[in-house]
């Protein structure tokens, strides 16, 4: 929680009740009601209203106020902003507008071409990769953000608190209209590249064009608002952690330089097996990292049953682990789902906000007393690309049926697969470390390495890099200053090899701090039958010397220095079950090194 006095930094339990495209609802509703019920029955503070519907077939064009320039929802007879901001106020609920700013319907995108985000063969994305089964979207660069614009000026003027907005993001595959091959040429004097090649700079200059064009359009939008009412809340859906978020344009802290409220979703997903359960509390936390008023955006749904409200378990669950970690709480809940059981929906979301409002007073004003950090890299998500060839093996999983056990061996050649793949390492080992702190109660925080510039590392006892391989000169020398001063720093994989940019470093200056000599090679990956020997007792209590523990899938061969300690070994490669072991290697798997007065622990 920031240490601002604005009402958004109070602790926030927001919801969205969504009718779809049933806005007619609203014509017969009592007000006032609806708004009480909110506070009493929901226990929220805060309630979205659509200024514009975020539902099928993309339907963003058009308003729920009355406006003389845009086209109001059919079946609605009430301006629903002038009518409901008021209620919401008697009955003590702030209002937030919904502004959906990436959904839009083929007939709307056919008057307006040229706003539509382009691929690089000039097709419009929404024609080749319909939103949702139907609809385009449109590009923030384009004449669009001037339409948008007078748009959000009219939703500021209905008396709203704020106005989040659901969008732009830039597709993948995008942007190549008219407006932006024009401003990257006016900024660059260079042609959009046209191909996904991490080896060009100018991709990945484009891969920052993206971002910052998302980043600006915020910005401007934010000051279209100010510019009628200053002192309106003005947000975006900020994306999350993890390394696919380039893809769309989105960075959490390039938005956070123009929002006051940093938010993203953490829907609950059970489809995907390696959901864990606590993905709220990481989302929070990397919010909260941005140095803002953090939120975490759930789904009152069954994964994607959207009419399926979530057990009082998981809604509480999910609420607090945002709450705990410091982050406010937003369920948007589609009225399918409430209206056969209301009290089953609704008592969920009660019963969750019911404990967050409880503890009001303690939660408020709240900050980490954490001693450790876990870093979160952008440059890594967006850059990073091994440049050991060994690691892009496929690896076997020595998965044993009947008497058949699977090999696999191929070299993935393709290098947008390697660089999903890199992507996949990099989020695993960032969660996995979030988690593994979480699991065993150490409070942690996260850091940025896009706020490093503002890093403050003498709070800190213990710095974690989980395979943060790119780093900035910058951030590279704030973290040996803060081990020479007494600090610890974890650090695994690649952590440091390369710049902020991605390129390879000529010298691992991480590495060498950490003892190794500087050779590096890659373990063939391989997922079972391979083994780190421990060599030490006293690591952790219940390991004994001798003991065999499973070796990561991905592991690398380095060597190290003398006057270094080394409590666990990698064993030489078994490389068939029913095989005896093959011995200690010459290649440490953990090792720590005194660096000034603090130190630094390799793995
Ligand atoms: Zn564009």
């Not at 659509?50 to 079946?75: C, I, M, Q, Y």
């Not at 920052?208 to 100010?226: K, M, P």
């Amino acid at each position: 929680m920031s240490d601002s006095d604005s009402w958004w930094s109070r602790p926030l339990r927001m919801v969205r009740h969504d009718f779809l495209d049933d806005f007619a609802w609203w014509n017969t509703a009592d007000l006032r009601k609806v708004a009480r019920d909110k506070r009493q029955r929901w226990h929220a503070n805060v309630e979205w209203i659509h200024a514009t519907p975020g539902s099928w077939p993309g339907n963003a064009h058009l308003v729920t106020f009355d406006s003389e320039r845009f086209e109001k929802v059919p079946g609605l007879k009430i301006d629903l902003l002038r009518s409901y901001v008021p209620a919401a106020r008697a009955e003590g609920l702030r209002v937030v507008a919904y502004v959906n700013a990436h959904w839009y319907s083929h007939e709307f995108a056919n008057q307006h071409r040229d706003w539509e985000q382009r691929l690089a063969d000039g097709r419009a994305y929404g024609r080749v990769h319909p939103l949702y089964g139907s609809g385009t979207t449109f590009c923030p660069n384009s004449g669009w953000r001037d339409w948008l614009f007078e748009l959000l000026r009219e939703v500021a003027a209905t008396g709203v608190d704020g106005i989040f907005l659901d969008g732009p993001a830039v597709y993948p595959g995008c942007c190549y209209c008219e407006a932006c091959q024009a401003t990257y040429r006016k900024r660059f004097a260079a042609e959009l590249p046209r191909e996904e090649n991490w080896r060009d700079p100018e991709w990945r200059c484009f891969v920052r064009f993206r971002i910052h064009s998302t980043a600006q359009f915020l910005r401007d939008a934010s000051a279209a608002v100010h510019a009628r009412r200053p002192e309106v809340l003005v947000f975006m859906n900020s994306g999350g952690w993890h390394s696919g978020e380039w893809r769309v344009g989105r960075e959490p802290a390039a938005l956070a330089r123009f929002q006051p409220v940093s938010g993203a979703e953490a829907f609950f997903h059970p489809a995907r097996r390696d959901k864990s359960p606590w993905d709220g509390f990481l989302m929070a936390k990397v919010q909260l990292a941005t140095g803002r008023d953090s939120l975490v955006f759930y789904h009152h749904a069954i994964g994607a049953w959207h009419y399926e409200p979530l057990p009082e378990g998981e809604a509480v669950v999910s609420a607090t682990q945002a709450a705990a970690a410091g982050a406010g709480v937003w369920f948007g809940v589609f009225d399918p789902a409430v209206r056969p059981n209301p009290d089953r929906a609704i008592g969920s979301i009660g019963k969750a906000f019911g404990l967050l409002e409880k503890a009001d007073s303690v939660v408020a004003g709240s900050r980490s007393l954490a001693r450790v950090a876990v870093v979160q890299s952008a440059a890594t998500s967006q850059f990073y690309l091994s440049a050991l060839e060994d690691l892009y093996r496929d690896p076997a999983t020595g998965i044993e049926i009947g008497l058949l056990s699977s090999g696999g061996e191929k070299q993935e050649k393709d290098w947008r697969k390697r660089k999903t793949w890199c992507e996949g390492w990099l989020d695993e080992e960032f969660s996995g470390t979030c988690l593994a702190f979480g699991n065993e109660h150490v409070p942690f925080d996260v850091l940025l390495t896009a706020s490093s510039d503002a890093w403050s590392l003498d709070r800190y006892r213990v710095v974690v890099l989980p395979n943060t391989a790119c780093l900035s000169d910058l951030e590279q020398d704030l973290l040996l200053d803060f081990v020479r001063r007494g600090g610890t720093l974890g650090m695994s994989f690649e952590s440091g090899r390369y710049g902020a940019d991605g390129q390879l470093r000529p010298e691992w200056k991480l590495g060498l701090a950490a003892g190794l000599t500087g050779n590096v090679s890659a373990w063939r990956p391989r997922g079972y039958e391979e083994y780190v020997e421990v060599a030490v007792e006293d690591v952790l209590p219940s390991f004994r010397a001798g003991q065999l523990v499973p070796r990561p899938v991905y592991a690398l061969k380095v060597t190290v220095n003398s006057g270094v300690s080394v409590p666990l070994w990698f064993q030489n490669e078994i490389g068939h079950h029913y095989r005896a072991p093959q011995g200690r290697s010459p290649y440490p798997a953990v090792v720590v090194s005194r660096y000034g007065k603090g130190k630094i622990v390799y793995l």
